[in-house]
């Protein structure tokens, strides 16, 4: 029996991505990393900032994304997200300018905590791949 | 009847406003190419929004507590109209159905005894309504800088709809907006966001999801979400709308100044040859009185 599932990524303006071959994918779930297999159950939960690792056939591929909805059923993951590159080709000056603009926020003083923690999780993010 | 020189002027000018109207026509017709694509390459975010919405409401177990975007306020008595048109004119009918529709709703509203509120978006609709209903129009947003339709906008637009929903401004918020069906055809819509209204869509699949977090944080989350992205897809079938509406009101305003040419053109070789005639009878009456 095939390990594989389909994978789609759409963000408002167009669909970014979409693979039938794949055989898992990490992403960033609100509670900690969540990684998902065929077969998976039914599901649907929020993404914070941090990298889609898609397995398939055909290679691997990393994409960072800042926040987003995934919902997987019948084999079928969809994410949602309005804000994605792929870690392949990305320019180092854009995720500079990104950190900089998150750090500017999180000088701003009337962000709540979960805001806070959110761009947080986003600076360590983009350093890390930087 | 006009002088041969004002007929030659006239034509003259006519032709040139057919150069003008082919131009935009052409423009027009470029740019609903790209903003037809974009319509049908947002649609299917929009449509796994919905979805997943359908899904999570159905699965809400205590409709007493579901969030107040999904539920609305339980009351009926302030409506927020949200009127969507475009920046430019001479687009054919465009704007000016789009206001037709939103006015019907907003006498109906009014009769109801109900209060009524308008954000506008774009500068023809403001034009248009402000006449009317100057003092119902709370807010005017436009997009001329941006040269496409894009999510930042929308989202903009969205959070300003959701922070004025918080602070109770409004119980009910609708969006009109002009649905792209083909070139020929535009339908306006009249969409209710606020409260979300999908009884009628139900879907009967009893499959059950694992949320995590739980239903409630989701829905409190996507809620605001949805409705930023229904105000960008009805951005997106808009500027498509006009694009298409546009091309063809300049076809028609192209095709009119040709038969207009043709006309002037005749009458103008009429009165030519009326006018060698005359002289024609005047110098032979002439030579034979000699």
Redesign the interface.
């Known amino acids: 029996m095939s390990e594989e599932f389909k994978v ?1 990524i ?6 970014f991505l979409s693979k039938e071959d794949v055989t898992e994918v990490v992403v960033p ?3 900690g990393e ?1 990684g998902i297999l065929k077969d998976h ?6 993404l914070k900032p941090g990298i889609i690792n898609i397995q398939s056939k055909s290679g691997e591929e990393n994409f960072f994304i800042e926040d987003g ?1 995934v ?1 997987f ?1 019948n084999n079928n993951l ?1 994410i ?1 997200t ?1 804000s994605i590159f792929s870690l392949k080709d990305v320019d180092k000056n854009r995720i500079q300018d990104l950190i900089k603009i998150a750090e500017e926020e999180t000088k701003k003083n009337e962000i709540n905590d979960q805001a806070k923690f959110l761009i947080d999780q986003k600076i360590d993010v983009l350093r890390s791949i930087n | 009847m006009a002088s041969l020189d004002d007929l030659k002027k006239r034509i003259a000018s006519v032709k040139s406003t057919q150069k003008i109207t082919k131009a935009m026509k052409m423009v027009a017709a470029a740019k609903l190419r790209r903003a037809q694509e ?1 319509a049908e ?2 649609r ?3 449509e ?2 919905n ?2 919405i359908l ?2 409401s159905n699965g809400i177990s205590d409709k007493e507590n579901a969030p107040k975007l999904l539920s609305g306020t339980g009351n009926d008595k302030v409506h927020l109209c949200v009127v969507m048109t475009s920046d430019r004119g001479l687009c054919g009918g465009f704007n000016s159905n789009i206001i037709k529709k939103a006015k019907s709703y907003f006498s109906k509203i009014l009769d109801e005894g109900k209060q009524l509120k308008i954000i506008t978006v774009g500068s023809k609709g403001n034009d248009q309504l402000k006449r009317v209903y100057g003092d119902k129009i709370i807010e005017n947003i436009s997009f001329k800088e941006s040269k496409n339709a ?2 930042f906008d ?2 903009k637009v969205g959070k300003m709809v959701i922070q004025k929903f918080e602070v109770g401004e409004f119980d009910v918020c609708n969006i009109f907006y002009n649905q792209f069906k083909n070139v020929i055809t535009q339908i306006p819509q009249a969409q209710q966001i606020i409260p979300l209204n999908n009884d009628s869509e139900r879907n009967n699949s009893e ?7 739980d239903e409630d944080e ?1 829905l409190s ?2 809620l605001p ?1 949805n409705i930023s ?1 229904q105000i ?1 897809k009805a951005m997106l079938e808009n500027s498509a709308s006009e694009q298409g509406s546009r091309m063809s009101a300049m076809d028609n305003a192209t095709r009119n100044a040709g038969e207009m040419v043709d006309k002037l053109t005749i009458e103008y070789n009429r009165s030519r040859q009326a006018a060698i005639t005359k002289e024609l009878i005047e110098i032979i009456s002439g030579a034979e009185s000699l």
């Open positions: 789609e759409v963000n408002p303006e167009k669909s779930a609100f509670e969540m159950i039914s599901i649907i939960s929020f909805i919902e059923k969809s949602l309005s | 974009s390459k947002g299917p975010y929009s796994k929004m979805n997943i899904n999570l894009n999510y929308a989202d499959e059950s999801y694992e949320f995590e977090p989701i989350n996507l979400k992205t960008f």
